[in-house]
């Protein structure tokens, strides 16, 4: 599983865009990006779509779009959820909360926009 934090401590906060921006891509387009060789997932990449490379990002979006729920004012996590699957999968459910939100902000935003 992929480290998050980096020697310093400090959240990778390109991790965090990149998902971010992966989580948006599949909102606006309702499907995940598939490519049939190496050159096409180069000329998509190009263009700007992104593609997970590991598998913690890989959990971390499963995670995500499996602990959504719908709330009063847009969409909420699901903790008890997000909490078992992180066990599950040997997460440390403290140092991908701050993530989750992260994504949960930025949908939210843009459910708020449009």
Do not use: P, T
């Not at 490519?35 to 913690?56: H, R």
């Not at 989750?100 to 708020?112: A, D, E, F, H, K």
């Amino acid at each position: 599983m992929g480290n998050f934090r980096l020697r310093s401590g400090k959240r990778d906060g390109k991790k965090v865009a990149k998902l971010c921006k992966f989580v948006l891509q599949f909102l606006k387009n309702k499907e995940f990006a598939n490519y049939k060789d190496e050159n096409q997932k180069a000329y998509l990449q190009s263009v700007g779509v992104v593609f997970l490379d590991d598998e913690f990002e890989i959990r971390i979006c499963e995670l995500f779009f499996n602990a959504l729920e719908n709330k009063d004012m847009g969409v909420g996590l699901n903790f008890n959820y997000a909490k078992c699957y992180a066990k599950k999968f040997g997460l440390d459910i403290v140092e991908i909360w701050g993530v989750l939100n992260r994504l949960l902000n930025v949908v939210n935003s843009s459910l708020n926009r449009g």
